[in-house]
């Protein structure tokens, strides 16, 4: 009920990842190869279709995998809403995705300001987030911006900033706020985050800042 707002899901986490944010808790699935097939995890979604609503692809970078669109055509034909929750940097696969109808929800994660994109994701992907922004902002496919804030890395002020920046991009609606939570093993070492995003006064009308931990 959590990962895909009133909606009762799974989560199929993708091994994988073309980004290397030092706070990432999943190291095991950003480095890793996987645990089960395609075929598995229809069968484990089959066979719990009466009970959920819909499936969330999360990960690593579940755009990555090229099993991707058999694997939303399957789910779809199962009659199941499907979320994904992306980096943006493969926007050709969000792009199919949303020309064959293949999704009803998507997180979109905005990692840092363009000056700051490749020091936090150790990539240089921020042009291609953008361009995954505008396919959804120019869809009708509902989605959602979210950053998640480690104190040492994005202090509070570069929050306002990327506000700030995604209402230059035309955005409008709920730009979602999820603080670092340190009690796992991390991507990269980093130091301990100090301060946790409480209150934002922010007072652009376009863009409201929600925390949501």
Request: aromatic fraction near 10%.
């Amino acid at each position: 009920m959590l990962d895909y707002p009133d909606i009762t899901s799974c989560i199929l986490w993708f091994a994988g990842c073309n980004m290397r944010c030092d706070y990432c808790y999943n190291p095991d699935i950003v480095f890793g190869k996987g645990k089960i097939s395609v075929a598995e995890a229809l069968t484990f979604i089959l066979s719990r279709s009466k009970l959920l609503d819909g499936v969330v692809l999360s990960g690593g970078e579940c755009t990555l995998h090229k099993e991707i669109i058999p694997l939303a055509t399957a789910i779809k034909e199962m009659e199941m809403l499907l979320k994904v929750d992306t980096n943006g940097s493969h926007p050709e696969r969000i792009r199919q995705l949303i020309a064959q109808r293949l999704i009803d929800y998507v997180s979109l994660d905005f990692k840092a300001m363009p000056d700051r994109f490749e020091a936090i994701t150790r990539s240089s992907l921020y042009k291609e987030f953008e361009k995954t922004f505008f396919l959804l902002q120019h869809s009708k496919i509902p989605f959602e911006v979210r950053t998640t804030v480690h104190s040492a890395l994005i202090p509070e002020n570069d929050v306002m900033l990327m506000a700030d920046h995604l209402v230059a991009l035309g955005y409008r609606g709920k730009y979602y706020i999820q603080n670092f939570v340190g009690d796992t093993e991390t991507v990269g070492v980093i130091q301990q985050a100090h301060k946790k995003v409480s209150t934002l006064r922010y007072s652009n009308p376009s863009v409201e800042i929600v925390i949501r931990s």
